[in-house]
């Protein structure tokens, strides 16, 4: 198979283009994929090592990792990214944002290894924060790298089989399964055995997690529409991946 696909011009004069366009071709493709990068690395730094409680009615204290405000939204731009580009320059992206994320993670364990000043007394709340860095980010980038091409791949799937039409099935279909691998891996590789995480911690922040972030998608969902219907209409494209490579280990688009 080859990175061909079905990519429809979407203005006036509706002419047939090759897939494989050159990079340069989109407009805002590069600004896409730095904020699917950003959200990406404020969920593993700011969200991802604290457990917060609210109090729902009925319910009573329901436990969700601080996460869920940053990461759900790079699933948001994961799906415009497929939904516009195609699932081979999401792939491209997806790969950005392994690479940004294990560069993080390696400029975070030099600065905490670096001997402090005798002046400079927060080395221990710094290690606090970022100590813990190397193990969540571990777990992060597996769970992103394989809950992340889930999601693409079904949604770029979804596409196809429903020719384009009902775009709310296929961003929430793809999100149910791609979060659900993601919040199976990450959980249980970043948390299980830390200090003031049980295992039933674990368990029960992982299905709230999950929910959640699935909830995340439904209630962004017109986003997502007012997203996809601008940059479809100002990039003039309509992309089917209907002979794409789906190997996640290519990046060539």
């Known amino acids: 198979m080859n990175d061909d696909h079905t990519l429809l011009a979407t203005d006036a004069k509706a002419r047939a283009v090759p897939a494989a366009m050159p990079g340069e071709r989109f407009r805002y493709y590069d600004f896409v994929m730095a904020a699917f990068v950003t959200i990406l690395l404020l969920s593993n730094v700011i969200g991802a090592g604290k457990v917060a409680t609210v109090d729902l009615p009925l319910i009573g204290d329901w436990p969700f990792g601080a996460g869920i405000l940053f990461f759900p939204v790079s699933y948001v731009i994961g799906d415009v990214l497929t939904e516009v580009y195609g699932y081979a320059r999401a792939r491209r992206v997806i790969w950005a944002g392994f690479a940004a994320v294990v560069f993080m993670a390696f400029m975070a364990w030099i600065v905490v290894a670096l001997p ?59 999100t149910v399964l791609g979060e659900g691998v993601d919040s199976l891996i990450f959980y249980p590789l970043a948390f299980w055995g830390a200090e003031g995480w049980t295992p039933s911690l674990v368990v029960t922040v992982l299905f709230t997690q999950w929910a959640l972030k699935v909830g995340w998608e439904v209630l962004l969902t017109p986003v997502t529409y007012v997203a996809v219907g601008w940059l479809k209409a100002r990039e003039g494209v309509e992309i089917f991946d209907r002979d794409t490579d789906f190997s996640p280990f290519r990046t060539r688009v």
Request: glycine letters at 6%; proline letters at 5%.
């Open 116 to 174: 402090p000043a005798p002046t400079w007394t927060n080395q221990a709340a710094y290690e606090t924060i970022f100590g813990q860095v190397p193990r969540i980010v571990a777990a992060s980038v597996c769970a992103f790298w394989a809950g992340e091409f889930v999601n693409s791949y079904v949604l770029a799937r979804m596409k196809v089989w429903t020719a384009g039409k009902h775009l709310w099935s296929r961003t929430i279909g793809s």
